[in-house]
Structure formats: structure tokens, C-alpha cells
């Protein structure tokens, strides 16, 4: 059986940097005069921080944030001493080394962090600044209303702690008709006159898309870098997709009317059917909620110029595409295609969003950057 050239069984991800860095200058154009701090957690969301980091950096962006320190470590070994890293999570005991070790700044969630923090760098001779992340109402991480009157009137912690940022989160900026965005606004700029004078920021990608008002003197997309949709208007969104996941065609065989496939049997061929067994499974971060049974055929990969349907249960290695009506020669090691510009409909088609299903391809997949 002929194949192309030649092919491994390892699914690919590829990254298209050069979408990556269209995108960092879309929203950096779209915020206008406020900068960019791209958020770059839990592994810039599957993708890879420590290049994808060193791609941002390379477009001009100088402030990150992580999640956790571990995660900022990596990310300062990547892109060098320059750039600013925050660590949402803020602050916690075991992890202090690590902040003044790769000089990374906590995001200071609550008073007791505060306090930690400053009794920790009492030991230190340079220690990073801080941001202050207020709560304003998404009922998170973050200082809760009671503790804002405290750090508000607290003049000396203020002073200790060393601010260089004011934050908060929108917790349904995706949707601008919602009233908690007004509501987040002004309890934002209420906290935020009793801080001191330093940068202000609100606005995920989300935000971004609520206009200029929102946007302060940073915004944090992170879901829009990486060409992701987030709102409710999702045509009024400009960013490329960035992310393929490619699933090699391991074999292809034709199965007889009446027998099922995959596990289970939960897919039953109603005539003689074709299909190509891919190499791409639940392990590799393809949702198993994108199976094809008798009751319904979820959705379809692209192959070539074709959509073809996804038949059978996904499983943890492979998944079975239905190729009865492809009218052109498949390959093997031809690659499905999930994701792309499909990525918002397949998260749709898995019920669930396309956060989750990005956050999970990064495991075990192969990942290609390229660049054009
Ligand atoms: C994750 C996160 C962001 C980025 O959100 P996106 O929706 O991916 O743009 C910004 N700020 C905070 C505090 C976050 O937790």
C-alpha cells in the first residue's frame, strides 16, 4: 500500500508562530496605547512557554504571567532577564526561593500573602515587585472587598510591598451584554484611586473586545494569542488560528454492513464501509465526547480537501474516520486535521470549551513551530 514518503505513528501539534506573533500585534494595535502582558500559563495553554514565550518576547512583548512560580522559572529561562513574569497565584511558602532565584513577581491575592511576602523579603537584598489583584466581584483568587479596606488604609504594607501593578478579572467579559462587566469596571476604579499611582489592568482577551475603556494601561490576553475565540460575537474577532493537530493515517481497511466499530461496538456500519484507523487519541487531548455512534456522528476531521465523519469511540491512540465517500486515494501517513480554524466548533461538538481542549493537546503530541 502506497504512503507518503515517510511518516512516524506520533500525532503532531504544530504551532504557527508567525499567527502567534500577527496576533500579539492585532490586540497590541486593538488596546491602543496600553501594553501587552500575555498570559502563558499552564504552559502558554499546552503550546509550549518556553518558545512561545520566546516568540512573544520576539514580537515586543516584555510582560508575562504564569500561574505558578515553577512556571515562571521556566519561562525567565527562556526569555532572559529583561521581560517582567508575574505569577497569578501569588506568593506561597514553598516557592520563595524560586520567586527571588528567576526574580519573579507575586501577584499578591489576599492579606495574608501580602504579609509573607514582605516578612520573607526582609532577608533579601533586591527583592521583585508586586502586583495587587483586587476582587471585584468574579468571586476568585484574588482581595476580597473587606481586605481591600485594610491594604487601603495600611500605608506601610502598601509601601513594603513595592507595587508596580493594580489588577482585577472580568469574569464574563466574553459576553458584553452582561451587567457584572460594568459592575467589575466600577469597582475596579473605586479600589483602585485609593492605591497607589501605578499601572492599572482588567482586561483578558475578552475585555480587549469590550472597547477602550477597559483596557487601562495593560491588558493580559492570553486565549486570543493563541488564536482562540472568546465572545459571544466571535465574527468580530480578528486573530488567525494557530493551533493543527495532525493525526497520521496509520491503516485502512473496509468494514462489512452490519458490523460495529471500535470499542464498545457503539458505531454499527448501516452498509460496506471505509475507513482509515488515525493516531490520535484521548492521550493526545482528542475530546473522547468526540466519538460517532449509532445516535449521532459528532463531528469529522479534515482530510485533504474533505471533511470526514469521526465513527466509533475516540480512543486513547486512535481514532477511526469513515472514508466510504472520500472520492480521492488516501495515503498512509496522510494527516487528519482537528482543530485550526474548526477549533471553537469541535470544543463545541465535545461540550466543552475551547480552553479545556487546548490546555490538553500539549502531552503527547509531537510539536512542530513553524513559521510563515
Ligand atoms: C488566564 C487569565 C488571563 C488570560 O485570560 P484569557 O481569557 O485567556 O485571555 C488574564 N488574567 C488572569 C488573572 C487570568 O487568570
Redesign the pocket.
Known amino acids: 500500500m502506497a504512503h507518503v514518503r515517510t511518516y512516524s505513528s506520533r500525532p503532531v501539534l504544530t504551532v504557527n508562530l508567525t499567527a502567534l506573533a500577527d496576533n500579539y500585534k492585532y490586540f497590541a494595535a486593538k488596546a491602543g496605547g496600553a501594553r501587552i502582558g500575555a498570559?502563558v500559563?499552564a504552559d502558554a495553554y499546552g503550546l509550549g512557554a518556553g518558545i512561545v514565550g520566546r516568540a512573544l518576547y520576539g514580537a515586543g512583548c516584555r510582560i508575562f504571567?504564569v500561574a505558578h512560580a515553577g512556571e515562571g522559572k521556566i519561562l525567565r529561562n527562556s526569555i532572559g532577564a529583561k521581560a517582567s513574569i508575574y505569577v497569578?497565584s501569588g506568593n506561597t511558602p514553598q516557592d520563595t526561593a524560586i520567586f527571588f532565584g528567576s526574580k519573579l513577581k507575586p501577584v499578591i491575592n489576599s492579606l495574608t500573602q501580602a504579609r509573607d511576602w514582605v516578612k520573607a523579603i526582609k532577608a533579601v537584598n533586591h527583592a521583585p515587585r508586586t502586583a495587587l489583584h483586587f476582587d471585584t466581584g468574579i468571586n476568585r483568587l484574588g482581595i476580597p472587598a473587606e481586605e481591600a479596606e485594610v491594604f487601603a488604609d495600611d500605608k506601610e504594607l502598601i509601601a513594603a510591598l513595592d507595587v508596580d501593578l493594580v489588577m482585577s478579572?472580568l469574569a464574563c467579559s466574553g459576553d458584553a451584554e452582561h451587567a457584572l462587566n460594568e459592575s467589575q469596571l466600577g469597582r475596579f476604579k473605586r479600589i483602585s484611586a485609593r492605591m497607589p499611582m501605578v499601572p492599572l489592568s482588567l482586561a483578558?482577551?475578552?475585555g480587549i473586545y469590550l472597547g477602550a475603556k477597559y483596557h487601562f494601561k495593560l491588558v493580559?490576553?492570553?486565549?486570543?494569542l493563541y488564536g482562540g475565540k472568546?465572545t459571544t460575537q466571535s465574527d468580530k474577532e480578528g486573530v488567525k488560528p494557530v493551533v493543527e493537530l495532525h493525526a497520521p493515517v496509520l491503516q485502512i481497511k473496509t468494514v462489512k454492513a452490519g458490523e460495529t466499530i471500535g470499542y464498545d461496538g457503539s458505531f454499527t456500519a448501516r452498509t460496506d464501509m471505509k475507513i482509515a484507523i488515525v493516531s490520535a487519541g484521548y492521550a493526545d487531548g482528542l475530546p473522547v465526547n468526540l466519538s460517532g455512534s449509532d445516535k449521532r456522528i459528532v463531528t469529522s476531521a479534515r482530510l485533504g480537501k474533505h471533511r470526514v465523519p469521526v465513527v466509533g469511540r475516540v480512543s486513547m491512540d486512535y481514532t477511526i474516520l469513515d472514508i466510504t465517500n472520500y472520492d480521492g486515494f488516501v495515503e498512509l501517513g496522510a494527516k487528519a486535521v482537528f482543530f485550526g480554524e474548526n477549533l471553537e466548533e469541535q470544543a463545541a461538538h465535545a461540550r466543552t470549551i475551547n480552553?479545556e481542549v487546548m490546555t490538553h493537546l500539549g502531552a503527547r503530541c509531537r510539536k512542530i513551530y513553524v513559521n510563515e
Open positions: 498570559s500559563k504571567f497569578l478579572h483578558n482577551t475578552g493580559r490576553p492570553g486565549m486570543g472568546v480552553y
